[in-house]
């Protein structure tokens, strides 16, 4: 019972450079969210999907995308890296959008040179 | 923005001993929940406290939750080495996704 997954664990890009961040569960849960955690900033909310085939911004889209490719698959991609983007990626999901809890991996830890 | 704030931003005390952190918030809730994050890990959810309840157990584990004064504090009782981590609070307004505070660094020395 693996739950929330995320691949790669780790990845150095140099600035410019493109990417996709994987995440999958296995826990048939309908909403899944990405986040990015900088030292004193806490988690911020980039995208989430609350439902299969809906994806809406969090408070810090600029510089990303997703795609919800089905229930159990959420990924995240940045076309452009920049310096700014390094920060650890977090991937979660709930059984629903809202007054529930919400399941983390153990994240992507991402540096852009 | 953040909408939970916790207090302290760091908390260091001896095996045995009681941890209490605390979180305000500024808004109407439907539910505050309390994570914990190991260094280098995910978020792992701890309890989740709805608006129309004051006080929850789970284990060593009691949160409180007071609307009028929005604010919820976390005790954790008799604490481990293993209790070192960080914990988040994270508010649910029900018409917008979780809302995380900054977090609160507890450091349990055997």
């Known amino acids: 019972n693996a739950g929330v997954t995320q691949t790669p664990k780790f990845q150095v890009l140099k600035t410019g450079q493109s990417m996709t961040l994987q995440c999958a569960q296995d826990m048939n849960h309908n909403s899944m969210y990405w986040y990015r955690q900088d030292p004193g900033m806490g988690l911020r909310l980039i995208y989430y999907s609350a439902s299969e085939g809906t994806t809406d911004k969090g408070e810090v889209p600029n510089g990303y995308n997703v795609s919800r490719l089905n229930k159990r698959e959420f990924s995240l991609r940045l076309e452009s890296a920049a310096p700014s983007q390094t920060s650890v990626y977090f991937c979660a999901s709930s059984l629903e959008y809202s007054n529930q809890p919400q399941h983390f991996g153990d994240g992507t830890r991402l540096s852009i040179l | 923005s953040q909408q939970g704030e916790e207090d302290p931003q760091a908390l260091s005390i001896q095996e045995g001993e009681n941890a209490t952190m605390n979180c305000s918030y500024k808004t109407s809730i439907n539910n505050l929940q309390w994570y914990r994050q190991n260094s280098g890990r995910g978020l792992v959810h701890l309890i989740l406290i709805r608006s129309n309840e004051r006080e929850k157990h789970s284990g060593r584990l009691r949160v409180t939750l007071d609307t009028s004064k929005k604010s919820s504090s976390l005790l954790i009782t008799a604490s481990r080495a293993a209790d070192t981590a960080s914990y988040f609070c994270?508010?649910?307004?029900?018409?917008?996704?979780?809302?995380f505070g900054k977090g609160t660094m507890l450091l349990v020395s055997p």
């Open positions: 994270a508010t649910d307004a029900g018409y917008s996704t979780l809302t």
